[in-house]
């Protein structure tokens, strides 16, 4: 199966993103999704993990959601600040098979 | 707190074996709730799962790369290691060694993960 995300997302600080992950094939909530931020230069980190959970340190600005009607996960970042510009990736599994989405470039503008 | 460190040759000919070390630190690697993963990441573009492998030695790979990808571990050194073999400039990549945590026998997120080593396939 494959993840499917925007190439690219721009917003201006204070604003809200929201980046989709959408599941080619089988049901998004049949596997935890995690979600990743990548700073440029720098390795990628957890943001979300098992659907919406998230890691100590990280911002209760981020949250992340399962949509079956439309078989997919989202990542929202509220109150978007310029420390939030890297790119994200989407992160799901089926079986023994782990799969990341392409990744989205979110810049703040 | 747990680290892992990669290490490894940065450049390999293309047809050759392709060999990296990951150094955990922090922990054991015979932890029975984590599996042990490797991720790389081609120049300008996004990730890619290889394979990840128990303290045991269990292993599974990415589909595509299945045919030529191995995995072993050391627990007496707390190392695993990766061998991809018949390289081309295809497999041009930073590679990650991460952590793979488990909840309730489900796999959760990678983490955390070494600072990547970039290895360069050419002659």
């Known amino acids: 199966f494959m993840l499917t995300q925007p190439h690219s997302v721009s917003e201006s600080p204070g604003n809200t993103v929201i980046i989709s992950c959408t599941r080619s094939?089988?049901?998004?909530?049949?596997?935890?999704v995690q979600w990743y931020q990548q700073r440029p230069g720098s390795s990628p980190t957890t943001v979300i993990y098992e659907d919406k959970q998230r890691p100590s340190g990280v911002p209760e600005r981020f949250s992340g959601s399962i949509d079956s009607s439309s078989n997919s996960a989202s990542l929202t970042i509220s109150g978007l600040k310029a420390e939030d510009e890297a790119d994200y990736y989407c992160q799901s599994y089926h079986r023994n098979n782990h799969v990341f989405g392409g990744g989205t470039k979110v810049t703040v503008l | 707190q747990l680290q892992l460190q990669e290490s490894g040759p940065g450049q390999v000919k293309p047809s050759e074996t392709l060999s990296l070390t990951c150094t955990v630190s922090g922990d054991s690697i015979s932890s029975y709730s984590h599996y042990w993963g490797w991720i790389r990441q081609p120049p300008g573009k996004g990730l890619e799962w290889i394979g990840n492998?128990?303290?045991?030695?269990?292993?599974f790979y990415n589909p595509s790369l299945n045919s030529r990808v191995t995995m072993s571990v050391d627990t007496s050194k707390n190392q695993f290691s990766l061998r991809l073999s018949s390289v081309t400039a295809a497999d041009t990549a930073a590679y990650y060694c991460a952590r793979h945590l488990y909840n309730w026998n489900l796999p959760s997120h990678f983490d955390p993960w070494g600072q990547g080593i970039l290895v360069t396939v050419s002659s």
């Open positions: 492998i128990y303290y045991s030695g269990s292993t």
């Open positions: 094939s089988g049901s998004i909530a049949s596997s935890y």
